[in-house]
Structures are given as structure tokens and as C-alpha cells.
């Protein structure tokens, strides 16, 4: 059974950090593209980060420069060490394990985490 299990959300205020976990279970986490996704009320999910097997990784525009995204295969587990927070960075925020093998995709989620960046 896989499971991707989150921790790490809070109330901040502006400016703040926060330092978001996730753990894995019941993959290969090594070889899979693990990653950061968030939705904020009333708008789609969205990609804040992700961070491939080979350790290459991919931030949104908005998070640049603020959040950074790491790994570590030892433990399973994926961060997201999360600077500078903004109000506009207030979202549910899911961990997501993905991998690609032609033809097929395996696809996983957590439950998500709450975000919340106000004064």
C-alpha cells in the first residue's frame, strides 16, 4: 500500500518559514520524480516544486529564489523548506510521487497540508 504522508503546515505570518515533510511508503521512492503541489480556495492545483531521481529540479516563477525542494533517499522522505512566505502563499499543499515507465504512469498523492500566511 503506498502511502505519502505530510507534516510541517501552519499559521505563519508574513515573511516567516515553514518546512514542510513528506514520507513515503510502499514504493521505490529512489526512482521516482517527487514533488510539491498546492491549491489555494477557488483556484486549480498548481506545481510549486519538484525534484527528479537524478536530484534536477523545477520550481514555479512565484516560488523562485524562496522555497527550496530536497530529497532524501535514506529516510524516503521529500522537503520543501518554504522562505519569505507571502499571503498569495496560502494553500492546501500536497506531496505527489510520480513515475514514468512507457507505456505506463504511476501516480501518487497525499493528503495535503494547510498553509496559512496572514498577520
Known amino acids: 500500500q503506498v502511502q505519502l504522508v505530510e507534516s510541517g503546515g501552519g499559521l505563519v505570518q508574513p515573511g516567516e518559514s515553514l518546512r514542510l515533510s513528506c514520507a513515503a511508503s510502499g514504493i521505490p521512492f529512489v526512482i521516482y520524480t517527487v514533488g510539491w503541489y498546492r491549491q489555494a480556495p477557488g483556484k486549480q492545483r498548481e506545481l510549486v516544486a519538484t525534484?527528479?531521481?537524478?536530484?534536477?529540479?523545477n520550481y514555479a516563477d512565484s516560488v523562485k529564489g524562496r522555497f527550496t525542494i530536497s530529497r532524501d533517499n535514506t529516510e524516503n522522505t521529500v522537503y520543501l523548506q518554504m522562505n519569505s512566505l507571502k499571503p498569495e502563499d496560502t494553500a492546501v499543499y500536497y506531496c505527489?510521487?510520480?513515475?514514468?515507465?512507457?507505456?505506463?504512469?504511476?501516480?501518487?498523492w497525499g493528503q495535503g497540508t494547510q498553509v496559512t500566511v496572514s498577520s
Open positions: 525534484i527528479t531521481s537524478g536530484e534536477a529540479t
Open positions: 505527489n510521487a510520480k513515475l514514468r515507465i512507457f507505456p505506463t504512469e504511476s501516480n501518487y
